[in-house]
Each structure stands twice: as structure tokens, then as C-alpha cells.
T-cell receptor
Framework: AQSVAQPEDQVNVAEGNPLTVKCTYSVSGNPYLFWYVQYPNRGLQFLLKYITGDNLVKGSYGFEAEFNKSQTSFHLKKPSALVSDSALYFCAVRDTGGGNKLTFGTGTQLKVEL | GAVVSQHPSRVICKSGTSVKIECRSL??????MFWYRQFPKQSLMLMATSNEGSKATYEQGVEKDKFLINHASLTLSTLTVTSAHPEDSSFYIC???????????FGPGTRLTVT
């Protein structure tokens, strides 16, 4: 069974500082990995994905994530945080072995303060 | 591109009544649609997966007779909560997938409140 862990319920960062939201995964085969963002009372917006190739993937709004197979991690990063980045972030994994179901982590609330 | 809509965005109904939620892919054909439920400050729980023209596949613990899913076309799926009870109050989110993409595209969600 596939699973995703987001160890931090909340991350606080000052505007202009770099941010990292952590994610580790477990799958039986090779993973497809995703990051989504959710604003209050809204659905999820796709940020970026790792399918294959370069371990560093760039996505929307200046976000990027690095796939690390040995550490089974896919941490989300941004060099300079904005107050408008404050939202709930979900990491998700899909097993390439079959099926198209996404398994989500529990989410990390990002708070960017002035 | 890849826009998914949901209707209604918010609904309040009385206990014992049924509520239908629509999910539409506006600019693409969705071969697969997914229905999730999200409790406050919690992750998304997959309820069921539906492919156009086929019966939905429900996750363990989800009552298929209570949560009726119809995927009548490549752009429309509906979730009907039958005989709703207050414990069914939640945020319901649909997503759609297409054969050419790895990611799912999510609708804006429907807030259901059962009184």
C-alpha cells in the first residue's frame, strides 16, 4: 500500500525567507509525486509533479520540489516566501505499478508572516 | 485549461433528504472522475473512483447505497447523498483525470450541511 507522510502540521516563515514543506512517501514501485495547494473553502490547485527525469522539478508560483529516491522524499521549496503563499499544502503519491489513485498526506499549513 | 466545476458550491438540507452534487470537466474529457470527502483540517479521503459508462469503485467503508455516483458522460459525474444525516456534513471535492495526464484536476468543492 502506498502512503505519504507530512511530518509538520504547520510551518511558519517570514516573508522573503526560503520555505520548505516536507514530504516522504512509501510505494511498492516507482512513484509519481505531486504537490497541491488548497486555499480556504476551495478545491486543490496543482503545483507540480515528478514523473521521471530531473530530480528537481519546477512548478507554479515559483515553487519547486526535489525528488530524493534514497531518502524517499519530495520536499517542496520556494526561495522567497510571500504572504500570499499562506495556505494548506498537500503532498500526494501515485504508484506507477498500476491504478490511478492518489494517496494524500495529511497536509501542512504554511503561514507566511510579514 | 483543465478546469473542473462543481455545483452547488454550498448546500444546506434537512436530515432525511437527498442531495445531488454535480462535477463537470469544462474543457477536457475526463475518462476518470474521483470523489473525495474532507473533514475540517484533515486530508482528503477518497470515496470512489468512476469511469465513464461504468459502475463506480468504492473505497472500503464507503456505503455505495448511500453515496450514489453516476458518471454518465466524459464531462459529468454526479454524487447523490441519499437520506442525508448530520454526520454526512462535510466538504465534498471531485477531481477528474484524463488518459494523457498524470495529475488530477480538482473542482472547487461543495460544502454540505445537514440540519
Amino acid at each position: 500500500a502506498q502512503s505519504v507522510a507530512q511530518p509538520e502540521d504547520q510551518v511558519n516563515v517570514a516573508e522573503g525567507n526560503p520555505l520548505t514543506v516536507k514530504c516522504t512517501y512509501s510505494v511498492s514501485g516507482n512513484p509519481y509525486l505531486f504537490w497541491y495547494v488548497q486555499y480556504p473553502n476551495r478545491g486543490l490547485q496543482f503545483l507540480l509533479k515528478y514523473i521521471t527525469g530531473d530530480n528537481l522539478v519546477k512548478g507554479s508560483y515559483g515553487f519547486e520540489a526535489e525528488f530524493n529516491k534514497s531518502q524517499t522524499s519530495f520536499h517542496l521549496k520556494k526561495p522567497s516566501a510571500l504572504v500570499s503563499d499562506s495556505a494548506l499544502y498537500f503532498c500526494a503519491v501515485r504508484d506507477t505499478g498500476g491504478g490511478n489513485k492518489l494517496t494524500f498526506g495529511t497536509g501542512t499549513q504554511l503561514k507566511v508572516e510579514l | 485549461g483543465a478546469v473542473v466545476s462543481q455545483h452547488p458550491s454550498r448546500v444546506i438540507c434537512k436530515s432525511g433528504t437527498s442531495v445531488k452534487i454535480e462535477c463537470r470537466s469544462l474543457d477536457f474529457q475526463a475518462t476518470t472522475m474521483f470523489w473525495y470527502r474532507q473533514f475540517p483540517k484533515q486530508s482528503l479521503m477518497l470515496m470512489a473512483t468512476s469511469n465513464e459508462g461504468s459502475k463506480a469503485t468504492y473505497e472500503q467503508g464507503v456505503e455505495k447505497d448511500k453515496f450514489l455516483i453516476n458518471h454518465a458522460s466524459l464531462t459529468l459525474s454526479t454524487l447523490t447523498v441519499t437520506s442525508a444525516h448530520p454526520e454526512d456534513s462535510s466538504f465534498y471535492i471531485c477531481s477528474a483525470g484524463t488518459s494523457g495526464a498524470y495529475e488530477q484536476y480538482f473542482g472547487p468543492g461543495t460544502r454540505l450541511t445537514v440540519t
